[in-house]
């Protein structure tokens, strides 16, 4: 089993939105692997309005499976 974890982080100082989007990829065997990703934005400011309160989906989970053959 071969497992890659990555973490990326995203900060606007200007409008203090926070994005932080962590995943992890397992390869079973070769052939099956399967992904699982969230990706998360934050208002970390006192602002009425930002690109952050704008946006309908604030939060997303993903998973992804793939064969190869």
Known sequence: INT?????VLYS???GA???M?????SFSG???VNLAYTGMFD???ND???ITALPVRHLIS???TYSF
């Not at 890659?4 to 990326?8: A, G, H, K, M, T």
């Not at 962590?22 to 397992?26: A, D, K, L």
């Open 31 to 33: 052939n099956f692997s």
């Open 63 to 65: 998973t992804v499976f």
């Open 44 to 46: 970390l400011s006192d």
């Open 4 to 8: 890659d974890i990555n973490l990326s």
């Open 13 to 15: 100082p200007d409008s």
């Open 49 to 51: 309005f930002n690109e």
């Open 18 to 20: 926070l994005t932080i």
């Open 22 to 26: 962590p995943s992890i990829n397992y």
